[in-house]
């Protein structure tokens, strides 16, 4: 069963950036939609962006412009390159990914395997 672990998650100050990273148990090449969604408490789970196996990315509008994703097979890692970071962009970000070639779900609800999270403060 596939595995994901997220790091780089971290405390800086408002219109700072960050790069979170998500290792993969095993090579995924072809098979997985991956995501990142993020949650504060007292809030549902939701989706910052998403990237499948073509390449095709789509981002929340909250964070267009501002956030990449991106992914490395041979590195068997997922990216999430986060720039000009807001006070409200603070969450626990999570990856996931979910074994289909396309993202045309983007619910958290659509992936099926998660890492633990890592935490990112934004501080104004």
């Known amino acids: 069963q596939l595995q994901v672990m997220e790091s780089g998650g971290g405390s800086v100050e408002s219109g700072g950036s960050l790069t979170l990273s998500c290792l993969a148990s095993?090579?995924?090449?072809?098979?997985?939609?991956w995501g990142w969604f993020r949650q504060v408490p007292g809030s549902e789970r939701e989706v910052v962006a998403v990237?499948?196996?073509?390449?095709?990315?789509s981002y929340a509008d909250s964070v267009k412009g501002r956030f990449t994703i991106s992914r490395d097979y041979v590195e068997r890692t997922l990216f999430l390159q986060m720039n000009s970071l807001k006070p409200e962009d603070t969450a626990m970000y999570y990856c996931?990914?979910?074994?289909?070639?396309?993202?045309?779900?983007?619910?958290?609800?659509?992936?099926?395997?998660w890492g633990q999270g890592t935490q990112v403060t934004v501080s104004s």
């Open positions: 095993e090579n995924t090449y072809g098979n997985y939609c």
């Open positions: 990237i499948d196996t073509a390449g095709s990315r």
């Open positions: 996931a990914a979910d074994a289909r070639s396309q993202c045309s779900g983007m619910a958290a609800t659509d992936f099926n395997y």
